[in-house]
């Protein structure tokens, strides 16, 4: 029993020194996110594209 209060106090210490983002941090960088995962799909698309017309003139 004193490993688990021993565990959760220590999860309590480490909490209170966690520094939480602001606001209009966590806005800037979810939005940095989501423009990241836009490109990359949008690239996987494009390669997608290419390499299935390329099978087509092969095939």
């Given at each position: 029993?004193?490993?688990?209060?021993?565990?959760?106090?220590?999860?309590?210490?480490?909490?209170?020194?966690v520094?939480?983002?602001?606001?209009?941090?966590?806005?800037?960088?979810?939005?940095?996110?989501?423009?990241?995962?836009?490109?990359?799909?949008?690239?996987?698309?494009?390669?997608?594209?290419?390499?299935?017309?390329?099978l087509?003139?092969?095939?």
């Amino acid at each position: 029993m004193n490993k688990i209060k021993g565990f959760f106090g220590g999860v309590s210490r480490e909490m209170k020194a966690v520094t939480w983002p602001t606001g209009k941090e966590l806005k800037r960088n979810t939005i940095i996110v989501f423009g990241v995962c836009l490109l990359f799909a949008i690239f996987f698309i494009v390669v997608d594209f290419g390499i299935d017309s390329l099978l087509d003139l092969i095939l």
